[in-house]
Nanobody, 121 residues
C-alpha cells in the first residue's frame, strides 16, 4: 500500500507561479498529477516515470508546467508557471507500481487527498 500526500496549493494571481508537491510513503513508479475543477470531470495534467526519463503533459499545460521527482525523498513535484484562471482546481497526485506513463485515471490505484490551487484574475 502506498499513501500520497499533496502540499503546496494556494492562491496565486494570473501569470504567477506555484509548485505543488506529492510525498509518497513508499516507492512508486509512474506518478501523475490530475486536477478537478468544480462541476468538471477529473482530468490528466502530467505524469513521469520512475527514472524521470519519460514525461507526459496535457496539451493545456505544455510549456507552462513541469513535472519532476526526487526519488531519494519519494517526492514528485509539479512546477506551474504562467498560471491561468482556468488552472483553478483541486490537484491530485496519483501513482502506480508498474506500467508506463498514461493519461488513464484507472491505471493509477493510489491517490492523494488533493490540494486546492486557485488562480485569481
Amino acid at each position: 500500500q502506498v499513501s500520497l500526500v499533496e502540499s503546496g496549493g494556494g492562491l496565486v494571481q494570473v501569470g504567477g507561479s506555484l509548485r505543488v508537491s506529492c510525498a509518497a510513503s513508499g516507492r512508486t513508479y509512474t506518478t501523475g498529477w490530475f486536477r478537478q475543477a468544480p462541476g468538471k470531470e477529473r482530468e490528466f495534467v502530467a505524469a513521469i516515470t520512475w527514472t524521470g526519463g519519460t514525461q507526459m503533459y496535457a496539451d493545456s499545460v505544455k510549456g507552462r508546467f513541469t513535472i519532476s521527482r526526487d526519488n531519494a525523498k519519494n517526492a514528485v513535484y509539479l512546477q506551474m508557471n504562467s498560471l491561468k484562471a482556468e488552472d483553478t482546481a483541486v490537484y491530485y497526485c496519483a501513482a502506480n507500481r508498474m506500467g508506463p506513463v498514461t493519461t488513464t485515471i484507472g491505471a493509477y490505484p493510489y491517490w492523494g487527498q488533493g490540494t486546492q490551487v486557485t488562480v485569481s484574475s
